[in-house]
C-alpha cells in the first residue's frame, strides 16, 4: 500500500532535548516536505527536499533541520525544542519536484514541548 | 505574497443538501490548486487537483472548478451524507516548491 509513515505519532518531552520524527514514503517520490499545523495558523511549510540531498527552507525553519540521505527517508529534527514547537506535524511527499501531482501526507505527529 | 482564503469556515447543513465551499487565492500566478480533506486526528486526502489550464475536475459525488483569473476555486458536493463531514482544505502552488494553505472549512453534516 502506498504511504507515508511518520514516527511517533504521539511525544510530550521537555525543553532543550533533541527529538526526531522520521517520516518514510514507499513511492519513490522525489519531493518530500514538512509542515506544521496550529489552530488560527493553518498549514505551513517548514522544510522541503526535491531530492536526495538536496533541501531548502520553507516558510517557517527556525528551530528545525532536515536531513535527506536516502530517497525515501526525511527526518525533522528538532535540536533544542522549545514550547513554541508544541504543534501538529506533517510529512508530506509528491512524485516529483515539479508538483503538479497530488500530495501524499502521513498521519501526523503531535509534538507537545513543555 | 500568495495568501489563500476559504470561505465559510465552518459549515453545519442536514443529510441529503448540496452544498459549496470556497477558495479564494490573491497571486492569480500559479500552477494547480488541489483540495484536501482532513479527519479529526488523520492526515490529509488528497480529493481533486486541478492544473491551471482546467476549468473543473469532478471526482463522484465532488466538483471543483477553478478560476484562475478571478483568484477563486470552489469545491461542490452533492447529496452530502454524515460521512463527509471533516474540515476541507485548499491549497494553491505557484512554484517555488511550496503549497499555500486556506485554513479550512469545516463541515458537518447531520442525519
Known amino acids: 500500500e502506498a504511504q507515508v509513515t511518520q514516527n511517533p505519532r504521539y511525544l510530550i518531552t521537555v525543553t532543550g532535548k533533541k527529538l526526531t520524527v522520521t517520516c518514510s514514503q514507499n513511492?519513490?517520490?522525489?519531493?518530500m516536505s514538512w509542515y506544521r499545523q496550529d489552530p488560527g495558523l493553518g498549514l505551513r511549510q517548514i522544510y522541503y527536499?526535491?531530492?536526495?540531498?538536496?533541501?531548502d527552507k520553507g516558510d517557517v525553519p527556525e528551530g528545525y533541520k532536515v536531513s535527506r540521505k536516502e530517497k525515501r527517508n526525511f527526518p525533522l529534527i528538532l535540536e533544542s525544542p522549545s514550547p513554541n514547537q508544541t504543534s501538529l506535524y506533517f510529512c508530506?511527499?509528491?512524485?516529483?519536484?515539479?508538483?503538479?501531482?497530488?500530495?501524499?501526507f502521513g498521519d501526523g505527529t503531535r509534538l507537545s514541548i513543555l | 505574497k500568495q495568501e489563500v482564503t476559504q470561505i465559510p469556515a465552518a459549515l453545519s447543513v442536514p443529510e441529503g443538501e448540496n452544498l459549496v465551499l470556497n477558495c479564494s487565492f490573491t497571486?492569480?500566478?500559479?500552477?494547480?490548486l488541489q483540495w484536501f480533506r482532513q479527519d479529526p486526528g488523520k492526515g490529509l486526502t488528497s480529493l481533486l487537483l486541478?492544473?491551471?489550464?482546467?476549468r473543473e475536475q469532478t471526482s463522484g459525488r465532488l466538483n471543483a472548478s477553478l478560476d484562475k483569473s478571478s483568484g477563486r476555486s470552489t469545491l461542490y458536493i452533492a447529496a452530502s451524507q454524515p460521512g463527509d463531514s471533516a474540515t476541507y482544505l485548499c491549497?494553491?502552488?505557484?512554484?517555488?516548491?511550496?503549497?499555500?494553505f486556506g485554513k479550512g472549512t469545516m463541515l458537518l453534516v447531520s442525519p
Open positions: 513511492m519513490n517520490h522525489e519531493y
Open positions: 527536499s526535491m531530492n536526495v540531498e538536496v533541501t
Open positions: 486541478i492544473q491551471s489550464s482546467q
Open positions: 491549497a494553491v502552488y505557484s512554484g517555488y516548491s511550496t503549497l499555500t
Open positions: 508530506a511527499s509528491s512524485i516529483d519536484r515539479v508538483n503538479n501531482q497530488p500530495q501524499h
Open positions: 497571486d492569480s500566478a500559479i500552477y494547480n
